[in-house]
């Protein structure tokens, strides 16, 4: 009986130091360490006395009693015809203010507050969002735009912890929803025509002289000079030889002119695709394994745009604030470079640190198109960019596959 039950009391113990063991290293440990985080969006003002006082709001909330993980700041340049770049302004604010870098993370396009929040919504950290709807959202400013920012987080993206934290002095005046956001956020289409028109991926195949442009979950064909082809845009599912385990999104692409093929890289894989077949099969590999010369900082893949330059024999790669150049020759890894100051010598203000979302160069005329937010540009074979840009992209709606677009009342 004694036997029994000094074994029955060590089981007992062993039992219990495995589920203290599971509680504290397991999954529901684990899904922790990003899903299940504070989060901090601080929204920026092209205003440059009221965007100090915003980073102040920001410091004091994060040195009180609440853990953050992450902090979002978010604003473009040049704004309403501003000096500042709101983002990396704040983001160096911040960093004065002892909050550490590594929390920080950087929305550099948005206009308006409406993009703050629809750019925000989608920003993404190695393939994951930043925000999502375990986190704990506080929605910080000194302008009530916060309360409508806040209340589309929890109405539309399903947030059960999204709050506002406004500090400053507020006046009240109009309603307490600015510019309608929360009364339009949840409408149908409303972050895609707010962005709009935006491209993830492109790439332009000089031996049917086509440029194909990938937005979201459709895809675009087009001539140069005569504008979208017949029965496009289509689902990217469709697209001759998508792989099955691939969700509708698109990284980058580029046609490399000395293989015939084109190479589309998506999160950590890269496949590539004969440009001459409409019956391809190819299995996605390893970004790294495949371009052997990926940086080792720039982790296993999630890259932001690519494009294959024919004339110089060069794969240009973009990631982040980053750039990197890279010939067939090269085995070994290279070394990112700044796109702000080492990529052509006028870079345009409004673009800050980067943050390419897809590029392609176009044989024939020399010229490299580089896209960004709702903005393109066009850069001749010098390297130099024509005053007049950046421009709008100009993509026809898909209203047959979207729906109709959101139209402000």
Known sequence: MQYYYKQTRSFLLLFICSLC????????????????????????????????????VAAHLYHSNIEFQRIIVSG???AHRSSICEASKMDSLLIAKGIPARKIFKEE?????????????????????????SSRLYVVS?????????????????????????????????????????????????????????VDAAYYNPSEDKIYYFTDDIFYRAT?????????????????????????????????SSDHKVFMLHGEEIIGLSADSANNVATPQPIPRVLVTWPKKWGKGYPDAAYYDQ??????????????????????QAEP?????????????????????????????????????????????????ESTYPKAI?????????GAQYSAK
């Open 224 to 256: 140069p000079g005569e504008g979208i082809d017949n029965g496009y845009p289509r689902r990217i599912s469709r697209f001759p030889g998508w792989p099955e385990g691939w969700d509708e999104h698109l990284d980058a692409a580029y046609y490399n």
């Open 21 to 56: 063991v599971l509680l504290l290293c397991g999954p529901a440990a684990s899904a922790q360490t990003f899903e299940q985080q504070t989060v901090m969006l601080v929204l920026g003002s092209a205003n440059i006395k009221h965007l100090r006082h915003r980073v102040e």
């Open 76 to 78: 473009g340049c040049g």
């Open 394 to 402: 100009n993509l026809p709606w898909p209203e047959k596959i979207w």
């Open 311 to 332: 004339h110089n024999d060069k794969l240009y790669l973009f990631k982040g604030s980053e750039y990197i150049t890279t010939t067939g020759y090269k085995t070994k």
């Open 109 to 133: 396009k948005s206009r308006s507050t409406k993009q703050n929040y629809c750019y925000s919504r989608k920003l993404t950290s190695e393939g994951e969002l930043v925000i999502n709807a």
């Open 142 to 198: 000194d302008h009530w735009h916060a309360i409508s920012v806040a209340a589309c987080f929890r109405e539309v993206d399903g947030l059960k912890k999204a709050s506002y934290h406004i500090d400053g002095v507020l006046n009240p005046r109009g309603p307490a929803d600015y510019t309608n956001i929360f009364r339009d956020c949840s409408k149908k289409n409303f972050c895609r025509t707010n962005l709009w028109a935006f």
């Open 337 to 385: 470079m700044p796109i702000e100051t080492n990529y052509t010598e006028n870079w345009p203000f409004q673009w800050g640190t980067g943050n390419i979302d897809a590029a392609f160069y176009r044989a024939g005329n020399s010229e490299t198109y580089l896209y960004r937010g709702t903005d393109f540009l066009e850069i001749d074979l010098d390297g130099s960019i």
